[in-house]
């Protein structure tokens, strides 16, 4: 009687790609957004480990620092759900989303 061979687990199964947290799109690499700018942290005394952040995909993140201040982040933005209510940033997440996330995305 011949034995069964285990089944091979190679290759590896494909990970899929994570999602931004600002418009969900699954892309190949995202970036370390602080929802606490580290300056202003440090200002408060805070080791910036001890900071909070969310994984944005790059348009997302370019579009948050070029549309706000540390200290507007800082004041008025500090999570997600204050950042997701501001009205620019809902018109840029629903163009953004009709964009694939292999193309590379402007951000002015």
Known sequence: MA???PESTWPPPPREAPTCALCDRAVPQ???????PRSQGRRQGLRVTDLP?????????????RTFSNVEL???YSDLTALRSHEDLQRFV????TQPATKAVRVR
């Open 53 to 65: 952040t969310a994984m944005l995909c790059g348009p997302c993140h370019k579009f948050l620092h």
């Open 30 to 36: 995202l970036t370390e957004h602080h929802l606490l």
């Open 94 to 97: 629903r163009w953004l989303r």
């Open 74 to 76: 800082a004041r008025e």
């Open 3 to 5: 034995r069964r061979q």
